[in-house]
């Protein structure tokens, strides 16, 4: 299992911006209604530390108006929608940061490619991998090498 990937850790997702512009042709959603949301503080632009005063907004935006967007076209209003967007935000917070401390790398499991979720115990004597197998999550805990 010494096969390390080279994918990295850290992601550019953070590191996304886009134009009102762009959001809202990637989204749906007009400029108009981009700027009331953001005035009733559904979404926010990023914080810009230079003199353009043209919105910018990340990729967190960008997720949130597309599931708010989702909601309101599956008959929500937009005060649920904004609500129900919350909540998947929190829950895809909440497994990014599980996903970035577990994450260790994608390695060769016997024959197939593997997630190395790091340390199954806390003596570090054993990992845990996760691996597809006929499209399904398959979960193993192996000695590790020290």
Known sequence: MDNRSPIHKKTAFDKLQFG???????TGVSTRQLRYWEKQGYVKALDRNDDQESRLYGFRAFLKVSIIKQHIDDG????????????????????????KQAFQGLEDFQGTVAVNMGYFDDDETQLLYVFLEDGKAKYRVVDSKK
């Open 20 to 26: 009102i512009g762009d959001l809202a042709r990637m």
């Open 76 to 99: 929500d209003t937009l005060r649920t929608a904004v609500i129900h967007a919350n909540e998947h935000i929190d829950s895809a917070m909440i497994t990014k940061h599980i996903m």
